[in-house]
């Protein structure tokens, strides 16, 4: 695998940062996920549960291995600073500065590993006036602009449904990561990785925000049309919908001779772009029309033969049938002992040659924390004085 050999301590919790260890871990990375002891990561106890496993957290948390280490002990942080001596990488997304006020600063960690790669996932970034805010994905929604350009043009803002920002935020942490290891190769220095919430879902508003940044005007909500195409969205057949995106003039001219409107590309209201999106009901109109005559599925096959990208809109239940998500392993299923099999979603990278993750479930509570402190050097005798006295 890519990351194989490369060792991470994982303290993070939850979702972005769990989520940015498990890119790493399905490319092969040791993951060393530390926990509190007795509680865990708060996810182990969030969603769906079968035989008391959160499938939640069996998603986020495959291939990791789980150690329970209390670091608000003296014991706890001196066996962490044994870890991250013995690692690659260290990864959080605490609040700005709750590393440093265990004594974890810039400094120590330099000092424990010259090469290390530190990243941090926070709300709204390292500084700034913004960096001790508390922060979940609704609230880096709404302050990234995200919110303010999702929806229909008449009524409230909405969300994406998934956590959108931890997704992204994890996401962009592990390609720093990857990026800061590549780096480290070349130079035999560490590196330190911030990813954020709020900056993460600001990178990702493309056209929106190089438009606004050009002419100053805020951009409108379009629900399900695009903002600047058109026509382009989804439109009612004989028995349903379907989407359709001609995103450029070679495919609008396709698209028009498939739906049988060759008229609409000699009719100059829709001469152009610019043109079909100042006048977008009336196309949208006179599309529909033309699309009435069948049905979904059968404008599906026409138009995929004509080479315009269209689609259905599809519940979970049909993506997950889906044979073309089937043939790219999106859903995978692993074992979990004690707990049974659990589908889950199978890892969208594909490296032709590597196994394919997942290639461990994940960790019961505190599984594997022998194992890494009998790696650390250790003794059996050591190892039960910690657990006496609360430590692990």
Known sequence: MPL????VIDLTRVVSGPFCSMFLADMGADVIKIETPRE???????????????????AYNRNKRSVTLDLRHDEGRAVLARLIAGADVLVDNFRPGVL???????????????????????????DGPYRDRPAFDFIAQAMSGFLSVTGAPVGEPLRAGPPISDLIAGLQGALGICAALVQRGRTGRGAQVGA?????????????AADYLETGREPARTGNDHPILAPYGLFCTSDGEVAIAPANETIYRKFLEAIGAPELADDPAYA????????????NQAVEAKLAAGTTAQWIDRLNAAGVPCGRVQSLAEVFADPQVRAQEMVVTIDHPGRGPVDMLGFPIKFPGSPPPPRRPAPELGAHTDEVLAELGLTALEIARLREQGVI
């Open 4 to 7: 194989s050999g490369i060792r």
């Open 196 to 208: 954020s919430l709020t900056n993460g879902l600001i990178s990702f508003l493309s056209y929106l």
């Open 100 to 126: 440093e006020r265990m004594g974890f600063t810039r400094a120590r960690l330099a000092a424990l590993k010259p090469d290390l790669v530190r990243a941090s996932i926070t709300g709204f970034g390292d």
């Open 272 to 283: 152009t772009n610019a043109l079909r999106v100042q006048h977008r009901r009336a196309i």
């Open 40 to 58: 865990g990561d708060s996810v182990r106890r969030q969603g769906a549960a079968r035989n008391g496993l959160s499938w939640y957290f069996a």
